[in-house]
């Protein structure tokens, strides 16, 4: 288990861009697989991207392919979103996820440990 603390959401127009930030506590951080989620009101929650371990391999949900990237610092324990060219759509609560294989990286069921969540609105 590690505990994860997400920041970075906020009100931005459409066609803007924020930055997701997930830091976490304890020693194993740089052994984790990591997922960024969202969930919007009355909807599941979904995958938006996953990175593992190393920051080597990188996947997308189609809905942000071109406008969406994940990164990491093992060295600060945190994972990043950058969030461009947003839509009215990309409207949630954003989560952060450290999963222990890399396998079914958009599956919620993957990842032990989550974050509370951070809320990004997209105004049209």
């Known amino acids: 288990q590690v505990q994860l603390v997400e920041s970075g959401g906020g009100l931005v127009q459409a066609g803007g861009s924020l930055r997701l930030s997930c830091t976490a506590s304890?020693?194993?951080?740089?052994?984790?697989?990591m997922g960024w989620f969202r969930q919007a009101p009355g909807k599941e929650r979904e995958a938006v991207a996953g990175?593992?371990?190393?920051?080597?391999?990188?996947l997308y949900a189609d809905s942000v392919k071109g406008r969406f990237t994940i990164s990491r610092d093992n060295a600060k324990k945190t994972v990043y979103l950058q969030m461009s060219r947003l839509e009215p759509e990309d409207t949630a609560v954003y989560f952060c996820?450290?999963?222990?294989?890399?396998?079914?990286?958009?599956?919620?069921?993957?990842?032990?440990?989550w974050g509370q969540g951070t809320q990004v609105t997209v105004s049209s």
């Open positions: 990175i593992n371990f190393s920051g080597a391999d990188v």
């Open positions: 304890g020693r194993l951080f740089s052994s984790y697989h």
């Open positions: 996820a450290a999963a222990n294989y890399w396998r079914n990286w958009d599956r919620t069921s993957e990842y032990h440990s």
